[in-house]
């Protein structure tokens, strides 16, 4: 009888105990889509500072870009990188990229090399 009630009264103790030890060793889960809405949030403040419009933004998660559109220009923009630069050097090409009867239709600042390509108007 007595080690019976020995018995139950260690049992909330090693239940505590398995407890504390699971929970102090189970991994930290990050959110992914958090540090996603944070790029994709400062982007859009970035946009509204540069007071550029673009009538679609895509969102690819898998390659960390975004595509956006404006007028007849075709951007990528890489969420590896900072935002702000990107879209400050997007604003730079859109204003004043020009060639004689042409206009710029793709601008991808996702490479270590961004580019732009022209079209004839």
């Not at 080690?3 to 992914?32: D, E, G, Q, R």
């Not at 996603?36 to 960390?64: C, G, H, R, W, Y």
């Not at 935002?83 to 997007?90: C, G």
């Amino acid at each position: 009888m007595i080690l019976l009630k020995i018995f139950l009264s260690y049992i909330p103790l090693f239940f505590l105990f398995f407890y504390i030890l699971i929970i102090s060793n189970s991994p930290v889960i990050n959110n992914p889509n958090s540090s996603l809405n944070q790029k994709v949030q400062d982007l859009n403040t970035a946009i509204s500072l540069a007071n550029l419009k673009f009538s679609i933004m895509e969102i690819n998660p898998q390659l960390n870009e975004i595509y956006l559109k404006h007028n007849q220009t075709t951007a990528y923009i890489s969420l590896n990188s900072d935002v702000y630069t990107q879209v400050a050097t997007l604003q730079n090409i859109i204003k004043n990229a020009n060639i004689k009867n042409k206009v710029v239709e793709l601008i991808d600042l996702t490479t270590t090399n961004p580019y732009a390509t022209f079209k004839n108007r």
